[in-house]
């Protein structure tokens, strides 16, 4: 009788400990570089959820912006449900920025017109 009131309290205890460590940590995410031959630096470190409120940004198309034909920018379309490297191809196409280049563009341009946020290369692209 007491061995499996024992177990039954070992598998809540188990279960509250995963609990706690998934509800304790923030997911680490990244800027993904899978599609660059050879990265030259380790994956731009980004938590999103924290960015966004830190920077006061509640609009997606804010960075999940998407173009027109006419390269005028949607005003009520988000591209966040595709990658990055699916519209910007490794270089400059026409008018639309290469992949690397819309990264820096989006990422480190509002970072200097807002005045706040990395500029300098470590500052994302943190080695372990």
């Not at 999103?48 to 998407?66: F, K, M, P, R, V």
């Not at 990658?83 to 341009?109: E, R």
């Amino acid at each position: 009788m007491r061995k499996p009131v024992v177990i039954v309290v070992a598998v809540l205890v188990v279960l509250m400990m995963i609990m706690a460590s998934a509800y304790c940590q923030e997911d680490m995410e990244f800027v993904s570089n899978e599609v660059f031959e050879n990265p030259q630096r380790p994956p731009a470190t980004f938590l999103h959820d924290t960015h966004n409120e830190a920077a006061g940004l509640e609009d997606c198309i804010e960075c999940h912006h998407l173009y027109d034909e006419a390269g005028v920018k949607s005003e009520d379309e988000s591209s966040e449900d595709q990658a990055c490297s699916d519209c910007h191809a490794d270089t400059d196409q026409g008018s639309k920025p290469g992949l690397m280049k819309a990264y820096h563009l989006n990422c480190k341009g509002c970072h200097l017109s807002g005045k706040k946020g990395p500029i300098l290369c470590a500052e994302c692209h943190v080695r372990s």
